[in-house]
């Protein structure tokens, strides 16, 4: 088993998962390694929630206009598409 050591903890953070560890009956290194897992660990896409965040950010771009003549001038600018 890979052995780690963490420099430049807090002693907020320390305490804060400390605290967890007891909350959720873990020692520290199984409340640190638990919390690891979960954030490497693939979750579930919400299709409709992700499509509703997509329309809503769309709706503030307003119209974009890549037509090859608008696409070239920009080119010419510098600037990406």
Do not use: C, K, Q, Y
Request: charged residues 35%; without cysteine; proline residues 5%.
């Amino acid at each position: 088993m890979t052995r780690i050591t963490l420099h430049g903890m807090s002693t907020r953070l320390h305490r804060t998962l400390e605290d967890a560890a007891v909350r959720n009956g873990r020692s520290l290194n199984r409340e640190i390694l638990a919390r690891l897992e979960a954030s490497v660990r693939p979750r579930p896409v919400d299709v409709e929630t992700l499509l509703h965040r997509i329309e809503l950010r769309h709706a503030t771009l307003g119209p974009i206009d890549l037509s090859p003549e608008n696409v070239r001038r920009l080119r010419d600018e510098g600037r990406r598409v």
